[in-house]
């Protein structure tokens, strides 16, 4: 699909990852945050998240430019496929809700998601922080990655149900957290089954920041979602 190189998708993310956590450690170690629940309430996350996510698109634009493929021909962008990532996301609420639900029975909530929670709901500024890095930044620049570009190599080599479910698992262990690990990749193979069939990362890039948006929108409301 579209020439594009698994071993190559990997070292982008790795690469991101190096350049823009490395550089935020030394951000931390200079400011002085202490625990995560500073650092997500600090305008250090929004700086770090905001160059790993822009570091992610631009490592993956490059690496499709090489090979021809127009980023804005992957969109699609209408009014049509607007509603269906709106009806997506209700999916993935749904879904989201149900595995947790029985994961919740064997594995230990995720520590980090709970501070990030409850750090949405401490200001109005964290509120806009946390909503404009989970509900923009992340929602696009993981889509045009894991979808746009891995999911596409992925299915050089596989049909599209073993490419879907590989995509899901990549994206959840990307995602380094163990408790939300099954929850986060059976929704990364949702997405990826979902741009195969409509081809459309406009769809997914929206149900993805729906999803992301109803859950901070939640907790700063006050409702354990």
Same mark, same amino acid.
């Given at each position: 699909m579209?020439?594009?190189?698994l071993k190559e998708g990997v070292l982008i993310f790795v690469a991101t990852y190096i350049i823009a956590y490395g550089l935020g450690l030394n951000?931390?170690?200079?400011?002085?945050?202490?625990?995560?629940?500073?650092?997500?309430?600090?305008?250090?996350?929004?700086?770090?998240?905001?160059?790993?996510?822009?570091?992610l698109i631009i490592l993956t634009y490059l690496a499709m430019r090489?090979?021809?493929?127009?980023?804005?021909?992957?969109?699609?962008?209408?009014?049509?496929?607007? !509603?269906?990532?709106?009806?997506?996301?209700?999916l993935l609420l749904v879904v989201e809700h149900g595995v947790i639900s029985v994961t919740d029975?064997?594995?230990?909530?995720?520590?980090?998601?709970?501070?990030? !929670?409850?750090?949405?709901?401490?200001s109005i500024k964290s509120f806009f !922080? !946390?909503?404009?890095?989970?509900?923009?930044?992340?929602?696009?620049?993981?889509?045009?990655?894991?979808?746009?570009?891995?999911?596409?190599?992925?299915?050089?080599?596989l049909s599209v149900g073993p490419a879907a479910i590989l995509n899901g698992i990549y994206f959840g262990a990307a995602h380094l957290d163990v408790s939300s690990f099954i929850a986060i990749s059976i929704l990364g193979a949702?997405?990826?089954?979902?741009?195969?069939?409509?081809?459309?990362?406009?769809?997914?890039?929206i149900a993805h920041a729906s999803l992301n948006a109803t859950a901070i929108l939640a907790a700063f409301l006050g409702y354990n979602f």
């Open positions: 579209r020439n594009l190189s951000v931390i170690r200079n400011i002085g945050i202490n625990n995560m629940k500073e650092y997500f309430n600090s305008y250090a996350f929004l700086a770090i998240q905001s160059f790993f996510s822009l570091t090489r090979r021809k493929i127009k980023l804005g021909e992957l969109l699609k962008i209408s009014k049509h496929n607007l !509603l269906l990532g709106l009806g997506l996301a209700v029975r064997f594995i230990e909530p995720s520590e980090t998601q709970e501070v990030l !929670l409850k750090a949405t709901a401490t !922080l !946390l909503f404009f890095i989970g509900a923009v930044i992340a929602p696009v620049s993981e889509e045009i990655y894991f979808r746009g570009y891995m999911f596409s190599a992925m299915r050089r080599k949702i997405l990826a089954y979902t741009y195969e069939k409509k081809d459309s990362l406009f769809i997914v890039i």
